[in-house]
């Protein structure tokens, strides 16, 4: 069974800069596995920041970034608000079907 | 605008079937790439990916639920069934239906509690 692992919590000052990670069980994540990011508040559906590894929705802000780290994919948040506090999700895609990662809580401290 | 909106019972048994309903709009099921996709979250849990729909009737799911789902599609009325057999306890979630397009889940719905128990 894959597995996809994030880091379960990452603690960020206000104004820093955090990176998220997103492993595959099967080996490197490439441009392959489309890796997409999710943000999720307390009570709220999910809501896309990234697909395809580094394409932006249009509401996502400038701060947030994708990319290919060290054959991870990785999400960088640059100038971090107190408003980013909120779980991350990454979803990776393997051969028809698609696998979310645990999650990693972020705290804006 | 592109909406989408789960819509099922709250509370099921164990052993019985659940029937979700995806209904959207501001997309149509027919234009290629476009997708539905089932997911679901446990309470206090992480995402789980369930099943996926594609405007050609392709359909994929999740390996570890395979046997269990059924998803079906009526671009007419602009809706996605999933069918869940089976329930358990184990299976009491939020359930959420998104859009997929371009290999990125852009909208969601806002989701379902559905409980399991006797």
């Known amino acids: 069974q894959t597995v996809v692992t994030q880091e379960p919590s990452l603690t960020v000052s206000p104004g820093g800069t955090v990176t998220l990670t997103c492993a595959s069980s099967?080996?490197?994540?490439?441009?392959?596995?489309?890796p997409n990011w999710f943000q999720q508040k307390p009570g709220q559906a999910p809501r896309s920041l990234i697909y395809s590894t580094s394409n932006k929705q249009s509401w996502t802000p400038a701060r947030f970034s994708g990319s290919l780290l060290g054959g991870e994919a990785a999400l960088t948040l640059s100038g971090v608000q107190p408003e980013d506090e909120a779980e991350y999700y990454c979803?990776?895609?393997?051969?028809?079907?698609?696998?979310f990662g645990g999650g990693t809580k972020l705290t804006v401290l | 605008q592109i909406t989408l909106k789960e819509s099922g019972p709250t509370v099921v048994r164990p052993t019985q079937t659940l029937t979700l309903t995806c209904t959207f709009s501001g997309f149509s099921l027919t234009t290629t790439g476009v997708g539905v996709a089932w997911i679901r979250q446990p309470p206090g849990k992480a995402l789980e990916w369930l099943a996926l729909i594609y405007w050609d009737d392709d359909k994929r799911f999740s390996p570890s639920l395979k046997s269990r789902l059924t998803i079906t599609k009526d671009t007419s009325r602009n809706f996605v069934v999933l069918t869940m057999t089976n329930m358990d306890p184990v299976d009491t979630a939020t359930y959420y239906c998104?859009?997929?397009?371009?290999?990125?889940?852009?909208?969601w719905g806002q989701g379902t509690l559905v409980t399991v128990s006797s």
């Open positions: 099967t080996g490197a994540v490439t441009s392959a596995y489309y």
């Open positions: 979803l990776l895609y393997y051969a028809g079907a698609w696998v």
């Open positions: 998104a859009h997929l397009r371009s290999s990125g889940y852009d909208y």
